[in-house]
Nanobody
Framework: QVQLVESGGGLVQAGGSLRLSCAAS????????MAWFRQAPGKEREFVAR????????YHADSVKGRFTISRDNAKNTVYLQMNSLKPEDTAVYYC????????????????WGQGTQVTVSS
């Protein structure tokens, strides 16, 4: 089992940047595929990005491709989401998730979730 704690959210102007972090407990972090999802008010949870166990393979949703970058540091049990060129439509609660199934963009395929961190982008 793994516990996830996100941090780094906040209020930023359009065009700005934020870096989210997700710290994981436990000694098996490197065995999990990690992902970021987000959920805006009144909307379904949306896939943002995922990264393989080694960090060698990543995938980003079209809506964030070229602006967001997912990465991980297995020595620090942490996954990151660097967000640049933020837009008001990026406003949401951002969640990190851990699972064993690589290649999924579906929330139900991830077994563990953090509590979320709010990102608000003002225009």
């Amino acid at each position: 089992q793994v516990q996830l704690v996100e941090s780094g959210g906040g209020l930023v102007q359009a065009g700005g940047s934020l870096r989210l972090s997700c710290a994981a407990s436990g000694r098996t972090f490197s065995s999990y595929v990690m992902a970021w999802f987000r959920q805006a008010p009144g909307k379904e949870r949306e896939f943002v990005a995922r990264i393989s166990t080694s960090g060698s393979t990543t995938y980003h949703a079209d809506s964030v491709k070229g602006r967001f970058t997912i990465s991980r540091d297995n020595a620090k049990n942490t996954v990151y989401l660097q967000m640049n060129s933020l837009k008001p439509e990026d406003t949401a609660v951002y969640y990190c998730a851990a699972g064993y199934r690589f290649g999924s963009r579906v929330a139900r395929d991830y077994d563990y979730w953090g509590q979320g961190t709010q990102v608000t982008v003002s225009s």
